[in-house]
Structures are given as C-alpha cells and as structure tokens.
C-alpha cells in the first residue's frame, strides 16, 4: 500500500480533473496536479482556483499545480488520467517517456479511443505492460457537485483489488462513496456509450418528444450498451450498477450534460460545430458515436440509437429523420 504522504498525481485540468483534485486535497492526500497545455497552469498557479473549467472552488493547501510531469512523475506512485480520450494515448506517451517506477495508472476519461476503437486499458496496457495496475473511474458525477460537496457515488473498476480499494479510501469522503469492482470492461463500456445516448435524449427533447420518448431512449440505450458489452466481455450486472444505469441517467436528464446540450441545440437546427464551439469543452459523444457505431459493425452488433446518433453527427441527417427511422424499425421481441 502506498503511503498517505506519497502525493497522487492528476493529469488534465478540465474541470473533472481539477474536481477530483479538490476531492482529494481536501481528504487530506497530496496532489499534484499537471496539465498537457502549459498555457492551463499558470492562471492557476497564480489564481490558487481553475476560474476557466470550475470557477468558485478554492484550491486546498494540500494541491500543488506542477507544470514539470518529470517532477510529478518522481514524486508519485499513483497517477489519475483526466484527459479526454482523444488525448488519453498522447498523454500517457508523455508520462511513459519519464519511465515512473511503481507506477499505477488509473483514469476517469470515459470513451474509446477513436482511432482504433481500442478501450483505454487496452491503450494504457500496450503503453505501460500488463504488470502495471490499472483502474478507471466512472459513474454518475457532476464535477461542479463533486467540487461542491454533493452527496456522489461512483464505481472504481480494477484487475487489481488491492488498487481498486487503495484508489477508493483515498476518495472517500463523507459526501463521496467509492465503490469497488473487478469489471473493468463493462465499466469503461458504460461510460463512453452512454454519451451517445444522451445525445439522442437532448435531441428527442429539443424536439419536444416528451417524456415518453425520454424514458423509452434511457431504457433502450441502457439494452445498447449491455448488448456492446457483453460482447467485448463485459459482466451483464455492470450495466445495473453506477457505471451503467447510472451514469446514463445522469447523463441523459441533466443539463450539466454537454452532450445532452449539444442533442438540444442539433434539434434546433444548429450545427455540431457551432455547438460545441458555444460548449467551450470536449463534448466527448461526439467521437463515442463514431468508435462506438465502427466498433458495433465490426462486432456485428445491433445499436439502432447509436446508428442513428452517429448518422446526425457524421453525416448530417436531420434530427426528426433519424427519429422517425427509429420509430419505423420492424416489430421485434424486446427481450
């Protein structure tokens, strides 16, 4: 087990990194935290708060923002990734080229990678070995409430229990619960497809389809996602759990969705790019759609939302067309 006095290291200063950040400062861990754009540290080094990605958040005595990963990386044994996945393999090639020894890896990027399709601990093995412990983070969470000290819960999935449960303790607070798991596939599976889903949700809303077609969407997203991964692997129970059902829902009903945002403004007839533009961040549904909708036809696997997501998003089918292909699909069994 790794010593309370050993600092972790964060890598990405979104507003998910720098909320886990908090978390853990606060926990009384020492944090260091980097980012991949230098030009990110110095306002908060100089502003003690991430005023861009989390504003009104304090940073605790205890983080300390390192702009040198050399640094970090010779300061820490545990290291949690918070990049989005289309910079997950660049960052871990960064981390890989200061050789960490001890290193364990976690992340709480969610999303294939988008060039190969490949889920991040396959990247994250490729880079480091099979040796190295690996985990990723997910489940329902907000990172405004987790800076803010909501009650959350999430699941930490790891091939290594001892890490699993040292990542959790670490976490835990009284407003934030930790829970463990061995599945790291249906985890990661869960977080990155359920962003298409809320697309979907933020369109059939933004096209005032009701609640209905909202519950309906959840419920058959939340089949798409089990049917993906059980076919990569994945334990049918995941998908019940935090990681699953969970984060989907979140994902799907609340506005702090960037991805559900971007699903209401496609309804009004804006363009993706425009949108995410006004977003200002990472709208990670965007790049889950395609992976996903590659990934589904090289598997052979049914995902009529994704399909129809992914035809919106890529090639410029118009919202209320995508959901009328949905709705006019044969009759078929549910289960």
């Avoid at 989390?54 to 970090?72: I, W, Y």
Wanted: aromatic share 6%.
């Amino acid at each position: 087990m790794v010593s309370d006095a050993t600092p972790i290291g964060i890598l990405g200063a979104g507003s998910w990194g720098t909320a886990l950040a908090i978390l853990l400062a606060r926990n009384g861990r020492a944090v260091r935290l980097w980012s991949p754009f230098s030009e990110e540290l110095k306002p908060l080094i100089a502003d003690r708060a991430n005023r861009r990605y989390l504003p009104g958040f304090a940073f605790p005595d205890a983080l300390r923002v390192e702009p040198d990963l050399g640094s970090l990386a010779a300061a820490v044994h545990d290291v949690l990734v918070s990049v989005p996945s289309q910079g997950f393999r660049a960052t871990l090639k960064h981390l890989a080229a200061h050789t960490p020894k001890h290193l364990r890896l976690a992340w709480a990027t969610k999303g294939f990678e988008p060039d190969s399709g490949q889920l991040l601990h396959q990247v994250a093995a490729e880079l480091f070995g099979k040796d190295t412990p690996l985990a990723a983070l997910s489940g329902p969470s907000f990172a405004r409430e987790v800076a803010a000290g909501l009650p959350t819960a999430v699941t930490v999935a790891s091939h290594d229990a001892r890490f699993a449960q040292d990542l959790a303790e670490a976490l835990h607070s009284r407003s934030f619960r930790v829970y463990t798991a061995g599945d790291i596939v249906g985890v990661e599976v869960g977080g990155a497809v359920k962003n298409v889903i809320a697309i979907a949700c933020g369109i059939s809303d933004g096209l005032k389809f009701g609640a209905n077609a909202r519950a309906a969407l959840i419920t058959r997203g939340l089949a798409e996602i089990a049917r993906l991964g059980l076919k990569l692997g994945a334990r049918a129970e995941t998908f019940q759990g935090l990681s699953g059902l969970g984060d989907l829902v979140l994902t799907c009903t609340d506005d702090q969705s960037r991805n559900r945002r971007l699903g209401l403004r496609l309804a009004d007839g804006l363009d993706r790019q425009t949108i995410e533009a006004n977003i200002g961040q990472v709208v990670e549904g965007v790049t889950a759609a395609a992976a996903t909708h590659k990934l589904a036809k090289h598997l052979n696997v049914d995902l009529p939302i994704t399909e129809q997501v992914y035809r919106v998003l890529h090639e410029q089918l118009p919202p209320r067309v995508a959901v009328e292909a949905l709705m006019a699909r044969t009759l078929k069994s549910e289960h």
